[in-house]
């Protein structure tokens, strides 16, 4: 079946350092992949997504581009803010499909 | 406008006794999901609704988890009997339509604690 594997964490780091955390999936066909982001005490909401190999997802400094020809999706961001500070998760949902896979998701903590 | 709404948002119960979620959409959302977020872990698919489709129930841990939704609103989600081990965070999810890209929009989620 459709599977996301993403880094483990915490991930902690310092103010303007450089984010990066992986995320590889397995699935036929094309899925769409998405980045959410759920900070403290708040819903789960969409960081950025892609629907295509090598498109580039985009939003808030992050960036994450779909590598079909090694199943990645690592999401990045050049510099790093306390209010960054959340559980990050990586997912996928088949072209025709009706349901979010998601990895198991990452911590990072931000320090100033 | 108003995002995914759920009700309650923390609920404690004792082993043995049926529980009712709550989700509303948003307005006009013609897709419904239901997710489970055990602590420390991603989100489990449990169930979907799209329209007056039939639902997509393949998800449900067990025959104790049912859910309804009437036409393109309201959504409960009710667990019989409760187990410890169905402690967790329930959250729903609306989209607007079934296109598998289409962006899912959860709401806060209702955190079940079975004692």
């Known amino acids: 079946g459709d599977s996301v594997t993403q880094m483990e964490g915490p991930v902690t780091l310092s103010e303007e350092a450089f984010l990066t955390i992986n995320c590889t999936y397995t699935a036929t066909g094309y899925p769409s992949l998405f980045w959410y982001v759920q900070y403290p005490g708040e819903g789960l909401q969409l960081l950025l997504k892609a629907t295509k190999a090598d498109d580039k997802g985009s939003n808030k400094g992050f960036e994450a581009t779909y590598r079909k020809e090694t199943t990645s999706f690592h999401l990045e961001k050049g510099s790093v803010q306390v209010s960054d500070s959340a559980v990050y998760f990586c997912?996928?949902?088949?072209?025709?499909?009706?349901?979010?896979?998601f990895g198991g998701g990452t911590r990072v903590l931000v320090k100033p | 406008g108003a995002g995914v709404s759920q009700s309650p948002s923390n609920k404690v119960t004792e082993k043995g006794k049926d529980v009712e979620l709550r989700c509303d959409p948003i307005s006009g959302h013609t897709a419904l999901y239901w997710y489970r977020q055990r602590l420390g872990q991603g989100l489990e698919f449990l169930i979907y609704?799209?329209?007056?489709?039939?639902?997509?129930k393949s998800g449900l841990p067990s025959d104790r988890f049912s859910a309804e939704r009437t036409g393109e609103s309201v959504s409960t989600l009710t667990i019989q009997r409760t187990q410890q081990e169905d402690s967790a965070v329930y959250l729903c999810?609306?989209?607007?339509?079934?296109?598998?890209?289409?962006?899912?929009?959860f709401g806060p989620g209702t955190r079940l604690t079975v004692l």
């Open positions: 997912a996928l949902i088949k072209a025709a499909g009706n349901k979010l896979t």
């Open positions: 999810a609306s989209s607007a339509d079934r296109i598998g890209a289409s962006t899912q929009y």
């Open positions: 609704f799209q329209g007056n489709s039939a639902p997509d």
